[in-house]
């Protein structure tokens, strides 16, 4: 009887024991380094294309839940440049922009899109940023 209990014990504070892994995802498939290439503005009717962008921005997601960027993530060109860190949510794949207006956050949705990573802004039309991996 004694181990039977013990063994209920253990078992019942083995499942009532829950790390948050909202923030987290070691097995994430976009983990690590990622370079800008283009960028995508629909003007409403759909013939936006992807535009070649010039310059080095950068995009890192860690397993500790967070996105570092070499440039403020609300401005899809890659300018106001600098170092920042936003959240991101592995299971809804999106970022939680904290760099864009000290009002609101907003949230930007990933994807994959064969090899490269695609960030959906929150836009009337379609509006993108598409990148490659780098590491």
């Known amino acids: 009887m004694k181990k039977f209990f013990f063994v209920l014990v253990t078992i019942s504070m083995l499942l009532s ?3 948050d ?3 987290k995802s ?12 283009e960028t995508l503005i629909d003007p409403g009717d759909g013939s936006g294309t992807y535009v070649p962008v010039s310059g080095e921005y ?3 997601f860690f397993p500790d839940g967070t996105v570092g960027t070499n440039y ?4 899809l060109s890659g300018t106001n ?3 920042y860190i936003s959240p991101y949510f592995a299971e809804e794949q999106y970022i939680q922009s904290q760099t864009c207006n000290a009002n609101q956050d907003f949230q930007i949705y990933y994807q994959m899109n064969g090899e490269n990573l ?3 802004y929150p836009c ?3 509006c993108q940023v598409k990148f490659i991996r780098i590491n």
């Open 124 to 126: 009337i039309e379609a």
């Open 58 to 60: 950068f995009l890192e």
């Open 72 to 75: 403020m993530l609300c401005t």
């Open 118 to 120: 695609i960030l959906n």
């Open 21 to 23: 892994n909202s923030r």
């Open 81 to 83: 440049t600098g170092s």
């Open 17 to 19: 024991c829950s790390e």
């Open 26 to 37: 070691e097995t994430n498939e976009f983990l690590g380094k990622w370079k800008m290439i």
